[in-house]
């Protein structure tokens, strides 16, 4: 079967860069930034994809950035023309213009995947989704959370425990069978979508394809029953956010038909799920591989825990001052971002850097370039938590949560959902890596080249 799409796929690229290089008419937009496209419809994605998993995605980068630009470069990834901005400069421009100078963009087949409508733009998709999670995330409930944060995270210390937590406080959904089917299918989707978008049967894509159908019915028969739920005045005490997907209208001032709201479910799901779990993997290998910055961090997370009574949960205060933690796992997200970047797309032609960007042309922020950046983070490749002690930092160039007006709205959640969890994990067990010299790689998301498997060890 992989013979035959293989063959097929190989016909179809002859087919096209025939036409490519003798048919299509060539641009005649002049002064675009310096790059090349790589091999028509792919591009340069297999060539990206194949650094990521030997976990040298900044070298895609720097090699281009050395060759043409340190600040801005022109490519084809996932089947577009493509401007990679590499500086901070770039970086605030875009977060500064949306619905201004750009839109959010995704891969056609991608973006169909996730919007919640055929009639909906996938700006207006995420103004939706914005709303409902800025009022999940609004300060009274975020103090509320943590409680329940801190609960259930002595109740199982493990991976799961991001995405059995946002099961539970999302949808109500306490059953841990139930849990464990939704996450198969979530890493499923996030693991084998953000490759070449070509969905046939047999293929990574496809299967998440799949897998994102079930995921959709599966919330469907959940919205059947809160609403079942609702008319039998059974309804959660707080408002979780399937409660408030049930109160969203449409841009016609209707409700939301039940495959918008599963759609949309689906989506704040495993962005509240996939991010803080890779940021959980990571965090763990950096402490285990620096003792002494493992040793900082339990003595804070010791100082709060003998402040309180032996049963005492959490509070939102006792957050605030888990600083040397924060400032630990804000280097982590620097030197190890989850989310490489996401994409715009041009609403009109745009002067970047002395370069011009076309109309259509599409955009992508990518994280590490700025991360790694020495003008930015002196001596980067130095893991220094004391660089999140002052303001210092350079606008627009530490960006794991995005920037600006739209950020991301679930920052704050992620950071109650780490600090939680790491104040259990640290006061009950020490660790060292099995494998010492395991590093990170990109299969497209972040993860352990060989799944980090740790030796525990309980702390008296």
């Given amino acids: 079967m992989e013979f035959i799409i293989l063959s097929l796929l190989l016909l179809s690229l002859a087919l096209y860069s025939l036409y490519y290089v003798i048919i299509k008419p060539k641009p005649t937009t002049q002064n675009l930034p310096p790059g090349r496209k790589g091999w028509p419809f ?10 990521s998993k030997k976990g040298c995605i900044e070298k895609f980068m720097s090699q281009r950035m050395q060759k043409y630009s340190s600040k801005i470069f022109k490519t084809s990834y996932l089947g577009a023309d493509m401007v990679f901005l590499c500086s901070a400069e ?11 100078l750009f839109k959010p963009w995704l891969p056609r087949i ?25 009022s999940f995330t609004e300060p009274n409930a975020l103090r509320r959370y943590v409680g329940m944060m801190d ?21 109500n959904i306490h059953d841990t069978r139930t849990a464990d089917e939704l996450e198969n299918l979530a890493h499923c989707i996030m693991t084998e979508f953000f490759i070449i978008p070509v969905n046939i049967p047999g293929t990574k894509f496809g299967r998440a394809v799949r897998a994102g159908r079930e995921f959709h019915q599966r919330f469907r028969n959940m919205i059947k029953q809160r609403r079942l739920e609702i008319e039998e005045k059974r309804e959660p005490e707080h408002k979780d956010i399937l409660s408030l997907l049930l109160l969203e209208k449409n841009k ?12 949309k479910m689906q989506a704040v799901l495993i962005g509240a799920y996939d991010n803080p779990s890779i940021a959980i993997s990571t965090i763990i290998k950096f402490l285990a591989e620096l003792p002494e910055i ?21 509070s939102f205060d006792d957050l605030k001052r888990m600083k040397y933690t924060w400032n630990v796992i804000s280097e982590v997200l620097r030197m190890e971002p989850p989310n490489s970047g ?15 960007i076309p109309k259509g042309f599409k955009l992508h922020w990518a994280v590490n370039a700025t991360h790694k950046d020495p003008e930015c983070f002196p001596n980067p490749e130095k893991f220094d938590p004391s660089r999140y002690q002052g303001n210092d930092i350079v606008p627009f160039s530490y960006v794991p949560f995005g ?9 704050e959640f992620a950071r109650l959902k780490l600090l939680v969890f790491f104040h259990n994990l640290v006061r009950k067990f020490r660790w060292e890596k099995i494998i010492p010299d395991e590093k990170m790689i990109r299969n497209p998301n972040l993860m352990p080249e060989k799944g980090l498997p740790v030796r525990l060890y309980p702390n008296n």
Avoid: W
Avoid at 42 to 51: D, K, P, W
Avoid at 90 to 100: D, I, W, Y
């Fill in 151 to 171: 609960a259930n995270a002595k109740r199982h210390l493990r991976k799961k425990f991001i995405f059995a937590l946002c099961c539970e406080l999302m949808y």
């Fill in 90 to 100: 770039g970086n605030k421009l875009l977060f500064s213009n949306e619905h201004k």
């Fill in 294 to 314: 493992y040793e900082q961090v339990l003595r804070e997370q010791m100082e709060i825990a003998n402040s309180k009574g032996p049963d005492e949960l959490l």
């Fill in 110 to 134: 991608i973006e169909n995947s996730f919007k919640s409508s055929p009639n909906i733009t996938l700006q207006d998709e995420f103004n939706s989704l914005r709303r409902v999670i800025g």
């Fill in 342 to 356: 996401t994409f715009r797309e041009a609403l009109t032609e745009v002067t970047i850097d002395g370069y011009k």
């Fill in 42 to 51: 792919i591009g340069e994605t297999l060539e990206y994809h194949a650094l």
């Fill in 252 to 263: 016609d001032g209707e409700d939301l038909t039940e495959s918008e709201i599963a759609l």
């Fill in 403 to 411: 920037a600006g007006p739209h950020i991301c709205p679930g920052k």
